[in-house]
Structure formats: structure tokens, C-alpha cells
């Protein structure tokens, strides 16, 4: 196996030159004009469709920044969230689901369907690389249900191809066994060794360069993902299947370097709509990271501009009282309570100073002292104001498995040892997140470059902390609070993880804030709001049909577009 660094570096010169010289122009033409889909290769199309899987900036503008991470505490607007932030869910527009349709699933399709019209000879060499589509095809299919429920699965993606017009929709619970199949399935093929030597996707595989063994355990990893899901709509069978699981051939993902992460240059993400550019650090979060002394915590955030020589300006320019003294706590966060960041007591961390200073070339120019952090800009976008870095989307990662595997051992799902797991978890997530700073090159509020690795040291005090160090009494509630600091980078999975536990919470180890508004505490949305079909839509007897099939369980909530209901593996 190749080994991340230069993994790294030919995916750069793969996304950085040939995507953004012609090939991804030509891709879209491709894929949108069935007369010549023929011209392009199933292994470009495979390329084609991961690049779909992350390359839509509404997603990381109205679904991550302005929606999802709001509600689950993981930032706020630069001045703190507004009474409405929560009703004002229309934001989040469900973009993954537009991304299936047919730029995900559909380039899938359209890879099996090439290789269908190949010699006999030529398709034997493809089986791997099909079962490797179905895997990814798998999972976005899980990722879109996750939020929206029943989907046209089955009968979809085949028009082009003599099929129907008018797929009829899955139930997510017929989906969810759909996709645990198909996965296993796949697993199982690409653990065979077959007759005909294999092809190879090589540097269309944007993810493992055609790597099968690390496909195996991306497949079996996923399975436990969706396994998971079911912990309150059917716990024997989760168990079943959690067993299973573990047991499969190939095994799970197993280290830093097997884990399921698509990386890109600079300009992939860069500037606009990707930009988390002036949005706030959360004050819970931040304060249990600063008690506790998280390394990731200068990873996830930047330090205000409080700095000593500034702050000795501003008494000297009389902009503070001569009796203040310098706080040297860098990290401050704003309360994610819309109530609480508006209230007086806050007030005056939201009134930034301004001072004159002297600048590099002896000119006096005006600085701005701001005693709030901001979340790291270019975490989530490299390219941000000229940055050079590596952009990083993890969707499954060695961290994220360690702390399912540490979940399951504290709920006595399985027998293996809960404090073993999270142990190796907090150790995963820190190495992961120092990995990606580094890499994206982040930077402090002026510009500079400020990544600081995490030291052995560092880690040992940390892990010794009385909320950080294992506690069995209270496991389960310091597995979810690091598996949500762990999905700093995968929104949609602290989501899942605080609908499916009710954690973190305001009264566990990582205490989040209740979020009162007008003095009214709000409930946070449960999945996206499904748009109710035109008459004139082809498929509008199947949408209607899927939708009566949800409402007929009584969490789905009021209608379709019910952002409090309920999708079904969500149960009360």
C-alpha cells in the first residue's frame, strides 16, 4: 500500500491539473449528453462520481454551516445565532439528495451499464472494480436516506437505459437491508480471487488507487454505520448484525492510514461558498476543550487577537482601564442560546478595540482587538485567501470506528473492551485532526501560519483528565462526547449521533447549552423537509405514495415538510 504522503501528493497533481484543465468539463458534457456517454471509460465515470460526492459547495454553505452545525453546537454566526436560527431551517436544502440524482448514483449506473457492453473477456477483468461502485453507491444511497427516508433505489437511475421514468420508492427500512446486502455482497466478492486478473481503477480511484483490501473494510465499516442506525428501531437485530460485522472477512478499518478520506488540492474548496470565514467557535465546546487542554483545540479554532503587546497598547491608549490585566486565555467561545450570546453579561465580549499600532514597514495603522475565536477557515476550505494546503472530506475514518466499536462494548452489544476502544479513538481523532491541520496549512487571524503539532506529552495530561481519563460508570456518556468532537468534520454524523443517543446533552461530561430563544427553550430538526410534488411531476403518484407510507408512522411528524418529524430509523 502506497503510503499517505504520496497518495497526497498524486491526488493534488490528479484534482489540481487534470480536473481543472478540461477533464472536468468534459465529464459534466459526458454525463449530461447520452448520445456520447459511450466516449467516456467506467473507470472515469467511477472518478466522475466521487468527485460529485464532494464537490457541491451549497452543501458545505446551507446544509453544514448555516444548518446542521448551528443546531448541534459546533459553531455559530459571527455575532451568535438569532432567535430564529432553527426555524429558519429552510436553509438547509438537502443537497446530497440533488447529488444522487443523478451525478452520484446515476455515474454508477452509467459505469456498470459500459462495462455491460463490453467482450466477456474484458468484463471479467471488472468485477472488483463494479463491487467497488456498488460500495460507494451504497453508502451515498445510506447517506441521502439518513436525513430524507424512503428513496426510488431499486427501479432508479435506469432511463437511460430502457428503464422507467417513474421509479417506485424504497422504505428506508427495506433500503437499509437493501444496502447491508449489497455491501456484504461486495465484500465478499472483492475477498474472492477470481478466475481472470483484475483490472484496476488505479488513479481513478481518488480514494485507495484501486486498493481491495482496504475496499473490504470500507464495506464492512459502512455496514456497522448503518447497523447503528437501528440501535431504537430494532436493537436485537443491530446486535445480530453488529456481530456479524465484526466477524466479517477483511475486518473493519483499522488505522489512520486505511481510513476513508477523499482529499484535494487548495482550489477544490476555495473561497465563496466554502468559506467558514467569520463564523464563530461555541462556547460549551470550547470551554470543555480549554479545561481539559485538547490539543485539537488549536486545530478547530483560532485565537482571538487579544495579544499581550496589543492589549498593552490599548491601556496605553487608554482604550481599557489602566487596572485591567491580561487574560492570557486565547480561546473564548460564543454561547450557541441565542438568549445567552444576546444577554449583558456577554455583551462586552462582542465589543471589539481598536488600537493604532505600528506595522512591519513602521507605518501606524488601526488593529482590531477581538476577544472571540473564530472556527479555522481553512479546516474546511485549504484555499482560503491564497492557502496552498490539502483540502480533506473524511466519510469514514479509524477514529470513527473506534468509537462505535467503544459504544457497543459499553452498551454489552459486544464483549470487547470499551476502554480499549475509546482509548485508541481520542488517540485517533487527535492524530487525525493534527494530520489535517497540518496539511491544510491553517492560520492564525492575521494571515500567518499557526499549525503546532500535538505533542505525546500533551496527549498523556490530557487522556488524565478526570472528564477525559475512562470511566466505566459513566462510558457511555465520554464515548458520545468524544465521538462528537470527533465529527468536526462530518456534521451530518454529530447529528445522527445526538438523534440516535439524545447526547451530548446539558447535563453530560461535554455539557452543550439548552437552546433558549425569546425564553423559549427550541427542539432541534430531526431530518430535512421533503418537498411536496407538483401535479405535473412524472413520478408524482410514487412520491405521494412513499410519503403516505411514512406519515403512516406517527414520529414522521405533521407532513412532508416537518423538519421535527422523523425518518424511520429515528424512533422515539
Request: net charge neutral.
Amino acid at each position: 500500500m502506497k503510503k499517505t504522503s504520496n497518495i497526497i501528493l498524486m491526488l493534488t497533481a490528479l484534482i489540481g491539473i487534470t480536473i481543472s484543465s478540461c477533464k472536468k468539463e468534459q465529464f459534466v458534457e459526458l454525463n449530461t449528453d447520452p448520445s456520447i456517454i459511450d466516449k467516456i471509460t467506467p473507470e472515469q465515470q467511477f472518478m466522475n462520481s466521487v468527485i460529485n460526492m464532494h464537490a457541491d459547495r451549497f452543501e458545505a454553505y446551507y446544509d453544514n454551516f448555516r444548518a446542521i452545525m448551528p443546531w448541534m453546537q459546533m459553531l455559530t454566526a459571527l455575532n451568535g445565532n438569532s432567535v430564529t436560527f432553527i426555524s429558519d431551517a429552510a436553509s438547509f436544502r438537502n443537497v446530497r439528495y440533488n447529488n444522487f440524482y443523478p451525478k452520484v448514483g446515476g455515474n454508477l449506473t452509467d459505469m456498470e451499464e459500459l462495462v455491460k457492453k463490453m467482450s466477456p473477456e474484458e468484463q471479467a477483468k471488472r468485477v472488483y472494480e463494479i463491487e467497488i461502485a456498488h460500495i460507494v453507491k451504497a453508502y451515498y444511497a445510506f447517506y441521502v436516506s439518513d436525513v430524507s427516508g424512503s428513496l426510488p433505489y431499486t427501479d432508479a437511475f435506469m432511463v437511460r437505459y430502457g428503464g422507467t421514468e417513474t421509479p417506485k420508492y424504497d422504505t428506508q427500512e427495506a433500503l437499509f437491508e437493501l444496502l447491508d446486502a449489497q455491501l456484504k455482497k461486495s465484500a465478499l466478492a472483492l475477498g474472492t480471487t477470481q478466475a481472470t486478473m483484475q483490472a484496476s481503477l488505479g488513479t481513478n480511484d481518488l480514494f485507495y488507487q484501486g486498493n481491495v483490501a482496504n475496499w473490504i473494510k470500507v464495506a464492512n465499516s459502512t455496514r456497522l454505520r448503518i447497523a447503528m442506525r437501528l440501535m431504537k428501531r430494532d436493537p436485537a437485530k443491530m446486535k445480530t448484525k453488529v456481530l456479524e460485522i465484526l466477524a466479517a472477512p477483511g475486518g473493519l478499518i483499522n488505522s489512520a492510514a486505511e481510513s476513508w478520506v477523499f482529499r484535494a488540492n487548495a482550489t477544490y474548496a476555495d473561497g465563496g461558498d466554502w468559506s467558514a470565514a467569520g463564523l464563530r467557535a461555541p462556547k460549551p465546546v470550547v470551554d470543555f476543550m480549554y479545561a481539559n487542554g485538547d490539543p485539537r483545540i488549536r486545530f478547530f479554532y483560532q485565537e482571538n487577537t487579544f495579544t499581550k503587546a496589543n492589549f498593552d497598547a490599548a491601556k496605553a491608549q487608554n482604550k481599557i482601564a489602566a487596572s485591567a490585566t491580561f487574560d492570557t486565555r486565547r480561546f473564548y467561545g460564543v454561547p450557541t442560546s441565542p438568549d445567552a450570546s444576546a444577554a449583558p453579561a456577554f455583551a462586552n465580549f462582542f465589543n471589539n478595540i481598536t488600537i493604532s499600532v505600528v506595522n512591519s514597514t513602521g507605518q501606524t495603522v488601526n488593529q482590531t482587538m477581538d476577544s472571540l475565536s473564530l472556527i479555522q477557515p481553512r479546516l474546511f476550505a485549504a484555499g482560503e485567501n491564497g492557502g496552498k494546503g490539502i483540502n480533506a472530506f473524511p466519510l469514514i475514518t479509524y477514529a470513527d470506528v473506534c468509537f462505535m466499536r467503544a459504544e457497543l462494548a459499553a452498551r454489552a452489544v459486544t464483549a470487547e473492551s470499551a476502554e480499549d476502544w475509546y482509548n485508541k479513538g481520542v488517540n485517533a481523532s487527535i492524530a487525525f485532526y493534527d494530520d489535517l491541520a497540518n496539511k491544510a496549512q491553517i492560520v492564525d487571524r492575521n494571515g500567518a501560519l499557526s499549525y503546532v503539532p500535538s505533542t505525546s506529552t500533551e496527549i498523556a495530561a490530557y487522556m488524565a483528565k478526570s472528564d477525559i481519563k475512562f470511566d466505566a460508570t459513566r462510558a457511555l456518556d465520554q464515548i458520545i462526547g468524544q465521538a462528537y468532537l470527533n465529527f468536526f468534520k462530518q456534521p451530518n454524523e454529530a447529528w445522527a449521533l445526538y438523534k440516535r443517543t439524545g447526547m451530548p446533552n446539558s447535563t453530560t461530561v461535554l455539557k452543550l447549552e439548552k437552546i433558549i430563544a425569546s425564553g423559549t427553550e427550541q427542539v432541534i430538526p430531526r431530518r430535512a423537509s421533503l418537498a411536496f410534488p407538483a401535479v405535473t411531476n412524472l413520478n408524482y403518484q410514487n412520491i405521494v405514495a412513499a410519503y403516505k407510507v411514512m406519515q403512516a408512522d406517527p414520529d414522521f411528524g405533521q407532513g412532508p415538510g416537518d423538519i421535527l418529524g422523523r425518518v424511520w430509523w429515528d424512533k422515539k
